[in-house]
């Protein structure tokens, strides 16, 4: 697993594209999965890569899959075995006042820290796991809010020389990923599907 790790990250962006192509949508969904345990590597990498070699849908699509399952995976694992070490960790840091907040269960937080490009994931869903919150309200939550994190990134990594040149075109992105993580959050605080 390592030695697979190190090549992805040493490997150049082309001949990332052409493994992509040649294995297949496994690779779009396995690198995200990965990266959901190896919060290090660049899911935004893996999220332009998955775009150019699959077209941006399937692209899309593959990372949308293997990242919620990779966050699920490590979510469900942390609630099996338990993380005092993590907890530990998590109250001695910056996020506390968010871990304090998602143990208390307000649930809005974890959304808006999920629906955040360059959020630590990995901490979220080991605070969700920690926090003994449900699979079902943990699958409510994150599903949706990595829509719009990885909308962001999609946008973000596919042309970010054109997000840097053009600030309006970065002020719609910011506003369309404000709205959609306002109309999400209230379509799941309408359907009570959190009680």
């Known amino acids: ?104 269960r307000d649930f809005s937080v974890l959304f808006t820290l999920y629906c955040f490009p360059f959020a630590p994931s990995f901490l979220l869903s080991g605070t969700s796991a920690l926090t003994n919150m449900n699979t079902k309200e943990f699958l409510i939550i994150m599903l949706p809010s990595k829509l719009i994190m990885l909308v962001s990134l999609a946008l973000i990594g596919s042309n970010l020389s054109s997000v840097i040149e053009n600030p309006i075109r970065t002020i719609i992105i910011i506003l369309v990923i404000v709205g959609m993580n306002f109309v999400i959050k209230k379509v799941i605080e309408s359907s009570n599907l959190l009680k």
Do not use: H
């Not at 070699?53 to 699509?61: D, H, K, N, P, R």
């Not at 293997?66 to 960790?89: A, W, Y």
């Open 1 to 104: 697993m390592i030695d697979f790790i190190n090549y992805i990250v040493n490997v150049d962006m082309p001949q990332l594209i052409e493994m992509a192509q040649n294995i297949g949508p496994i690779l779009g969904i396995l690198l995200p999965i990965i990266e959901a345990f190896f919060p290090f590597l660049p899911l935004v990498l893996f999220v332009t890569l998955n775009i150019t070699a699959y077209g941006a849908v399937l692209g899309y699509i593959y990372s949308w899959i293997g990242n919620c399952l990779g966050s699920l995976l490590l979510f469900l694992l942390l609630k099996k075995i338990g993380g005092k070490r993590l907890e530990r960790r998590l109250n001695n840091s910056k996020y506390k006042k968010a871990f304090k907040k998602i143990k208390e």
